[in-house]
């Protein structure tokens, strides 16, 4: 499986982003995928996490109501609206195959990661 994740950039606090990530290699519809986050200086963090359908999401608590998650089978391709930014924001963003999980550790292809950044 590989994993390209795109769409991070420099934005304005309460600015909007999307990210995407695109699958290859493998049937994309079987997995269930998730996206982290990393700011610099600190450990990897969940963000939010979707089941192989799409029909079920988890959320951090730093993002509910915030952040989206969304995927299209059709198109291989995972996705992560990102709204009302805030400049904790400001990470890279990896996405990654995995369980339905929290935990980092429970995913196991993960993208090259996309840069965010927030300003205030």
């Known amino acids: 499986v590989q994993l390209q994740a795109s769409g991070g950039g420099l934005v304005q606090a309460g600015g909007s982003l999307r990210l995407s990530c695109a699958a290859s290699?493998?049937?994309?519809?079987?997995?269930?995928m998730g996206w982290f986050r990393q700011a610099p200086g600190k450990e990897r963090e969940f963000v939010a996490t979707?089941?192989?359908?799409?029909?079920?999401?988890y959320y951090a608590d730093s993002v509910k109501g915030r952040f989206t998650i969304s995927r299209d089978n059709a198109k291989n391709t995972l996705y992560l609206q990102m709204n009302s930014l805030k400049p904790e924001d400001t990470a890279v963003y990896y996405c990654?195959?995995?369980?339905?999980?929290?935990?980092?550790?429970?995913?196991?292809?993960w993208g090259q990661g996309t840069q965010v950044t927030v300003s205030s």
């Open positions: 990654a195959k995995g369980r339905f999980s929290i935990i980092a550790g429970q995913y196991d292809y």
């Open positions: 290699g493998s049937t994309f519809s079987n997995y269930v």
């Open positions: 979707i089941s192989s359908s799409g029909e079920s999401t």
